[in-house]
Nanobody
Framework: VQLQASGGGLVQAGDSLRLSCAAS????????MGWFRQAPGKEREFVAA????????NYADFAKGRFTISRNNSENTVYLQLNSLKPDDTAVYYC????????????????????WGQGTLVTVSS
């Protein structure tokens, strides 16, 4: 699976962005999808994940109520809607695909994902 993330940019605090991750290769709907982010000097952290069936989603505490993950299996694309952005949200955002079971503890760990996109930079100014 090849993943291509896009949609990042420079915005002001309070603005919104929608990130996209287009997948190609093996059957996209066999994979759970996740979004992670990495700020300068910090470790990569979990943002959100969605099961292949779209029936389950999970969010980091900082993302709840502001970010929304969704996917369109017919278009092989997963989205991350970012609302009410804050300067602390500044980071490179990565999408990732996981083959295998979907469980809250598993999908939060970067090491449990099989494929990664190249990342898209989100910069939020105050």
């Amino acid at each position: 699976v090849q993943l291509q993330a896009s949609g990042g940019g420079l915005v002001q605090a309070g603005d919104s962005l929608r990130l996209s991750c287009a997948a190609s290769g093996r059957s996209f709907n066999n994979y759970a999808m996740g979004w992670f982010r990495q700020a300068p000097g910090k470790e990569r952290e979990f943002v959100a994940a969605i099961s292949w069936s779209v029936t389950s989603t999970n969010y980091a505490d900082f993302a709840k109520g502001r970010f929304t993950i969704s996917r369109n299996n017919s278009e092989n694309t997963v989205y991350l809607q970012l609302n009410s952005l804050k300067p602390d949200d500044t980071a490179v955002y990565y999408c990732a695909a996981r083959a295998g079971s979907y469980a809250a503890a598993i999908i939060r760990e970067p090491s449990n994902y099989n494929y990664w996109g190249q990342g898209t930079l989100v910069t939020v100014s105050s």
